[in-house]
């Protein structure tokens, strides 16, 4: 357990031990069965560290230091380790979106080939969003099988909000539906399309994989796209697809259940038709005895519904799907 604060099994063993009382090496190396040499080896590591100190007699005993004092420092010293880690990333990223603007087509194009480097790109894309990941998910599975994505878990568990359109098909691929309904669970959004284009991830706008080769056999090979005019191509198709796409969500059972139409109250159909007609938000809340707060927040819902990031996009969803 504080093997990340940089200390050995050994060490932690042994310091462990020493919590409950001063000890002598050989009472330690009998009670912890190892060698006289290597419990004194990690008792100078230790006293390196100011985790254990020696006391005076015969023989040489040995006691810890209250782990507060001793392991709260080894805590902060980390910590602040991490922290200098955290603002060096901040600035070689800033370093390298500076490099960008002189960079040449070539630079913003990478090609990867092989079955392990497409699967090491498919899951740092992952690992280098910040905010969101975006995904087109089609039958066959090449380089990545179902399952194999462990990124994903990852990724949400930090925040990181994910939205992926499966192709129809993929559902009926075994082990497909059940992963699916275990991600709805954990909050991945997901929308299914009778077909998809192409193959896709994206993370935060900034980074694509596009397959060059989407049919088992052969040596798989993809597209790395940074930050240019086609990575917003690859955007706005994705968010096209996702606009149209049907909603996949639990129903009262617990299963998956595709919704041709997020459903919206009679409320939600005030409201919009009166922001449509030009009204301000506060108008829109006295004609309706509702708090700005609560308008905004519903307009967020729906924002969410519709899977747009612009009250513009939800006007022009709601006048498409009959919303108002």
């Known amino acids: 357990m504080l093997e990340a604060l940089g200390l050995t099994a050994g060490e932690e063993a042994v310091y462990r031990f020493l919590i409950d009382g001063p000890r002598a090496a050989t009472e330690l190396a009998e009670s912890l069965d190892r060698s006289r040499s290597s419990i004194e080896e990690d008792l100078v590591a230790l006293i390196g560290r100011g985790l254990v100190s020696r006391l005076a007699g015969t023989p040489v005993r040995h ?15 980390r910590r602040e380790e991490l922290r200098t880690a955290e603002l060096a990333l901040v600035a070689l990223a800033e370093q390298h979106r500076m490099a960008a603007t002189d960079r040449a087509a070539g630079d913003l ?6 079955m392990e480097p497409v699967r090491q790109r498919f ?4 690992w280098a969003a910040g905010r969101q990941v975006r995904s087109f998910s ?8 179902p399952g194999d994505n462990t990124a994903e ?40 399309v009778d077909k998809l284009p192409i193959k896709l991830i ?6 694509a994989l596009v397959p060059l080769t989407t049919e088992p056999g052969g040596e798989p090979a993809a597209v790395l796209l940074h930050r240019s005019g086609l990575l917003s ?27 041709p139409e997020p459903a919206i109250t009679e409320l939600d159909r005030k409201i919009l038709g009166l922001l449509l007609s030009g009204l301000t938000d506060e108008s829109v809340a006295g004609q309706l005895d509702l708090s700005l707060r609560t308008l905004q927040r519903r307009l967020r819902a729906l924002m969410d519904l ?11 969803h709601a006048a498409r799907h009959g919303w108002a």
Do not use: C, K, N
């Open 306 to 316: 519709a899977g747009v990031r612009t009250r513009v996009q939800l006007g022009w």
């Open 63 to 77: 006691v810890a230091a209250p782990p507060s004092v001793a392991l709260g420092g080894l805590l902060t010293a």
């Open 123 to 126: 899951l740092q894309i992952q």
């Open 202 to 207: 994206m993370a935060d706008g900034e980074l």
């Open 138 to 145: 089609t039958a066959p599975f090449v380089a990545v099988p």
């Open 153 to 192: 878990d990852q990724a949400v568990d930090r925040g990181v909000e994910y939205r992926v359109v499966l192709e129809r098909e993929v559902l009926a691929t075994p082990g497909v539906a059940a992963m699916t309904l275990d991600s709805v669970r954990r909050g991945v959004q997901v929308r299914v």
């Open 109 to 114: 194009i990478e090609v990867v080939t092989g």
């Open 233 to 259: 191509a690859v955007e706005a198709l994705f968010d096209a697809v996702w606009q149209r796409a049907y909603p996949l969500r639990l129903d009262a059972s617990g299963a998956l259940d595709e919704q």
